[in-house]
């Protein structure tokens, strides 16, 4: 599976921006997927995921209630809505697939991941 992210940009604090994530190969409908990010001078974090069906999906603490993953296995992208943005989510962030069909939130779970957008809220 490749990942291609796209997305990212420059935004003032408040605002909204929304991630995607294409995927190519056959396989993107037969994992879950996730996003995650990693700020200068930090670890990578995770941020989303979603299994297989769309129908289940878990968040960091620090995005609950502000960011929306979802996924069309039509078209093979996975998505992250994100609204009200802080300067603290300023980050580059990565798409990921996962090893299985289900909810993974540590990197482990993961082992196709893209190439990263940059996202940066201004305060």
């Known amino acids: 599976v490749q990942l291609q992210a796209s997305g990212g940009g420059l935004v003032q604090a408040g605002g909204s921006l929304s991630l995607s994530c294409a995927a190519s190969?056959?396989?993107?409908?037969?994992?879950?997927m996730g996003w995650f990010r990693q700020a200068p001078g930090k670890e990578r974090d995770f941020v989303a995921g979603i299994n297989v069906s769309g129908g289940s999906t878990s968040y960091a603490d620090s995005v609950k209630g502000r960011f929306t993953i979802s996924r069309d296995n039509v078209k093979n992208t996975v998505y992250l809505q994100m609204n009200s943005l802080k300067p603290e989510d300023t980050a580059v962030y990565y798409c990921?697939?996962?090893?299985?069909?289900?909810?993974?939130?540590?990197?482990?779970?993961?082992?196709?991941w893209g190439q990263g957008t940059l996202v940066t809220v201004s305060s």
């Open positions: 190969g056959r396989s993107f409908s037969t994992r879950g």
């Open positions: 990921a697939a996962a090893v299985g069909r289900g909810l993974y939130s540590s990197g482990g779970g993961y082992v196709y």
